[in-house]
């Protein structure tokens, strides 16, 4: 059998496996990431609560089934974190909000329940902006984590998923639940250095999750490397009668085709226009990889778009007025705790028509359509995942969003994975982008998992 020094340096599927052969007990694995919370959490704040105790009991449990020879799944006994959006029946869900310290939660999320099911413990729930609704990570009543690539400088940890990209970059969870509305999963997977996928609408189940957006919202894994994304993300896929959007979903399984390769795939640059606003070293990483992706047997062809990204950050009457709808009377009452920036993002619901609304909806139809013929023959569009690297959390303008290159995504209902691609001089995380058409996960993933097969940027980790 392997040795295991410390569970908490092996990336999920391998602790699977140490688990699995018995190299290593789901004890063992589970006290080493609370020790870690312990040390490091103080500081970096990932964690909304963690739930010590009962992690320890699930993987005393765990422990004593895998030995009787009775493991339910090749994921027992391996911890997780979740995003303080998803129930947890008897648990307090936040949504981020003060207001909500003490709500309850009366059953347990779907997501939740496929990765119990598997025998996954929950190692505690992780902070996120209020209502999900930001993108540099910041929440000024709850706290704001840290990222873990600069404790010198407080840094940006992208959002809203905030906590879940800490966590994992820390190694104080081996991966972790977050979502995408407008780029939550894929920019703290930018801005902490990880691999972060954004899932086609109705693939994976929203059930049991605090909304933002019922129309664009989107659950995704967030890890260290591409095989542990594919492997959770074939947990969470499926059908489920407590969501419609996923009706006649089935299971995706990536992992026949994640080492096929690149070769034959076609994989479209960003017209040159976009590169105006991207910092020169993001744009080196992004040209590294394209020449990376053309060694590998890819071919790199160009593309014109019916959009410039802007065009469709821009579009956000969706998301606006859905918020306004869900969150809307709370941020009316300005007796309560909300996080300010938070409070007029919402706000500015009240003034989005229905006619605005209509008009949004069917230019995102119409903008589909154009995308699709754009794309014909092409198997993925390749971007930079954020215009910089994680930047200071003081200069952090909360008029200016960071996901320009992310909101298209959801929009247009495509999926989309974030994987680090290089890292500034100053030793911060950089970020490629890979859109695969809607419900084309497996082609992101086999990008992907072709890419890190080449480099090594993802094995780095913060010095904490």
């Known amino acids: 059998m392997p040795i295991v020094t410390d569970p908490v340096d092996l990336p999920a ?10 190299a290593l007990s789901p004890v063992e694995a589970v006290e080493a990431h609370l020790a870690r919370i312990a040390r490091l959490d103080p ?31 090749p994921l027992h006994g391996v911890p997780v974190a979740l995003k303080d959006l998803i129930d947890l029946e008897g ?29 996954m413990i929950v190692l505690g729930k992780t902070h996120t902006v209020e209502f999900a609704y930001g993108g540099w990570g910041t929440n000024q009543h709850m706290g704001t ?20 990209g800490v966590a994992v ?55 260290r490397n591409v095989e542990d994304v594919a492997l959770l993300y074939t947990i969470l896929s499926g059908a489920d009668p407590r969501d419609p959007n996923t009706r006649g979903i089935t299971p995706e399984d990536p992992m026949p085709v994640l080492h096929r390769g690149v070769r034959g795939l076609r994989l479209a640059r960003m017209p040159a226009s976009e590169r105006e606003g991207v910092s020169s070293e993001m744009l080196a990483a992004y040209d590294a990889s394209l020449d990376q992706l053309a060694r590998l047997g890819a071919e790199i ?3 014109d778009l019916p959009f410039r990204f802007v065009d469709l950050v821009t579009a956000s009457a969706i998301v606006t007025a ?25 706000l500015a619901g009240a003034g989005v028509s229905a006619q605005d609304y209509l008009r949004t909806r069917r230019m995102q139809q119409e903008m589909k359509a154009a995308y699709a013929r754009a794309m014909d023959g092409i198997d993925a569009i390749l971007t930079p995942t954020t215009e910089t690297a994680a930047i200071p959390l003081e200069a952090v303008d909360q008029g200016v969003l960071p996901s320009r290159f992310t909101r298209f995504g959801n929009l247009l209902e495509l999926c989309a994975l ?11 995380p950089l970020s490629l982008q890979i859109v695969c058409r809607g419900y084309d996960e497996a082609t992101a993933l086999r990008i992907g998992q072709a890419y890190q097969g080449a480099t090594e940027w993802h094995l780095r980790a913060p010095s904490l």
Not at 91 to 119: C, K, N, P, Y
Not at 145 to 164: V, Y
Not at 190 to 208: I, M, Q
Not at 328 to 346: C, I, K, M, N, Y
């Open 322 to 346: 859905e918020c306004y709808f869900h969150n809307g009377a709370l941020s009316e009452d300005r007796a309560l705790p909300l996080d300010e920036d938070v409070r007029l993002r919402t």
């Open 418 to 428: 974030a994987l680090p691609n290089g890292f500034t001089a100053d030793g911060l």
């Open 91 to 119: 648990r307090v869900t936040t949504g981020g909000s003060a207001h909500f310290r003490e709500r309850r939660a009366t059953e347990t999320a779907t997501i939740a329940r496929r990765m119990l099911a598997q025998g």
């Open 301 to 303: 062809v160009a593309v």
């Open 169 to 223: 970059a820390a190694r104080m969870a081996p991966w972790a639940i977050g979502t995408d509305t407008g780029g939550s999963v894929r920019l703290p997977a930018s801005f902490c250095g990880l691999t972060g996928l954004k899932v086609t609408v109705g693939r994976v189940s929203t059930a049991g999750i605090v909304p933002l957006s019922t129309t664009l919202d989107t659950p995704g894994p967030m890890a």
């Open 13 to 22: 599927h391998a602790l699977a496996r140490a688990i699995a052969t018995r």
């Open 145 to 164: 984590p840290l990222n873990p690539w600069d404790l010198a400088t407080p840094r940006t940890p992208g959002g809203s998923s905030s906590g879940s």
């Open 43 to 73: 500081t970096l704040r990932a964690f909304v609560e963690v739930y010590a105790d009962d992690a320890r009991l699930a993987a005393e449990g765990a422990d004593r089934m895998i030995r009787a020879g009775h493991a339910v799944g």
